[in-house]
């Protein structure tokens, strides 16, 4: 199984990007995916969730400026990141709850990451 970011860039500030995150392989069914960050320095951080129903859930810096998404059919989750500021500046992971068969239990993956940085 692989999780592949897609995406990311140099972008000024009050500008937008938007990132894919495409889970490929042997997958059964996907739970919640997800988008985390980690500045330099600091701890990995929840950015924004989404179930398979489509129930999100935001860190509350960014609320009101990303929105996630995601495509079932394409097993692939997205994050539009608008009004972006210079300390959303960070390296972005994709993360899936997924099963590679049916009778697997729920394991987490994550991407590679794609570096976001925000110039003031």
């Known amino acids: 199984v692989q999780l592949v970011e897609s995406g990311g860039g140099l972008v000024q500030a009050g500008g937008s990007l938007r990132l894919s995150c495409a889970a490929s392989g042997s997958i059964f069914s996907i739970n919640a995916m997800g988008w985390y960050r980690q500045a330099p320095g600091k701890q990995r951080e929840l950015v924004a969730d989404i179930t398979s129903g489509g129930s999100t859930n935001y860190a509350d810096s960014v609320k009101g400026r990303f929105t996630i998404s995601r495509d079932n059919a394409k097993n692939t989750v997205y994050l539009q990141m608008n009004s972006l500021k210079p300390e959303d500046t960070a390296l972005y992971y994709c993360?899936?709850?997924?099963?590679?068969?049916?009778?697997?239990?729920?394991?987490?993956?994550w991407g590679q990451g794609t570096q976001v940085t925000v110039s003031s």
């Open positions: 993360k899936a709850y997924l099963r590679r068969t049916s009778w697997r239990t729920w394991d987490a993956y």
